[in-house]
């Protein structure tokens, strides 16, 4: 290359670096997907951890979905973290802190059992994120209520009096055996798998209101995801609740409640059609 060339290259190398930036600047967006894909976001219920997830999001990572499966603080891979100081709002910030933080927009939002309390939050919180709600037997719980508002009696002095004796009051120690409604037969890989990954659950969270601005969902489209075989008597409050009112896509699966473990194919395509 002779001297004229250089020459010529160094006066517009600083063009075509603009011009690279320029072209940057105009790619599509990490959140924007080809074809189909849609943005996922996954909310675990009581004990579990983002794990739970893993052959649900598995699949829907396989067909062309981004998919998010936080653990709360506290929890599942982040249960060193557990302290006094979590309550639902910590949970609800969890959340938050991911979607916004990945820029996601269009949000799929699927909580599992206590999950919905959760994801409620969210949905008050930013709906303009948000595409659609889908509560996956889960707890419905309206504002000004704790999640023991929504438990028997009976169940919600037993984990109260279970936190206190394990650990004090901080957290509510996984029950042993697994309960049988959840639907995980013992000796099975799923159960064992389980058995090794569950943690404490923190108190806190079960203890304080879920305080809202709006209605439940916040006028964002909702679905909830009923688990037939069996059917978890827990959850037949929140179900009523569902049915009272308007608004609402009801899908009933032929599966337990812990289907995104036991059941991953069936709850993936429910997923996909919402």
Not at 104 to 120: A, K, N, Q, R, Y
Request: charged residues 20%; contains cysteine.
């Amino acid at each position: 290359m002779n001297r004229r060339q250089l020459l010529t290259l160094a006066a517009t190398a600083p063009v075509l670096a603009s011009t690279a930036v320029q072209a940057a600047s105009k790619e599509t967006p990490v959140t924007t997907l080809p074809g189909n894909g849609r943005n996922y976001v996954l909310a675990h219920g009581s004990w579990h951890g983002g794990w739970c997830w893993r052959p649900v999001a598995d699949r829907l990572r396989a067909a062309g979905h981004r998919v998010f499966a936080p653990s709360y603080t506290g929890m599942g891979d982040r249960s060193h973290l557990l302290s006094k100081s979590i309550t639902i709002d910590t949970f609800i910030d969890d959340l938050v802190r991911v979607i916004e933080s990945e820029e996601l927009e269009d949000v799929v939002l699927v909580g599992h059992s206590f999950g919905g309390v959760p994801i409620t939050g969210v949905a008050d919180r930013i709906p303009g994120r948000i595409a659609h709600v889908v509560y996956f037997d889960s707890i419905i719980l309206e504002s000004g209520k704790d999640s023991f508002s929504n438990y028997p009696k009976e169940e919600a002095e037993a984990r109260i009096a279970a936190a206190g004796k394990a650990t004090g009051g901080l957290a509510v120690p996984v029950p042993d055996p697994l309960p049988a409604v959840w639907g995980i037969a013992r000796g099975t890989p799923g159960y064992e798998w389980a058995r090794r990954q569950l943690t404490p659950h923190p108190l806190g969270s079960y203890t304080t209101p879920l305080n809202l601005n709006n209605p439940i969902g916040n006028g964002l489209p909702k679905t909830y995801i009923h688990c037939t075989e069996p059917s978890h008597p827990v959850l037949q409050s929140s179900r009523e609740l569902v049915k009272s009112q308007a608004g609402w896509n009801w899908v009933g699966i032929a599966a337990p409640h812990e289907a995104h473990i036991t059941h991953p194919d069936l709850l993936t395509a429910v997923l996909v059609k919402v």
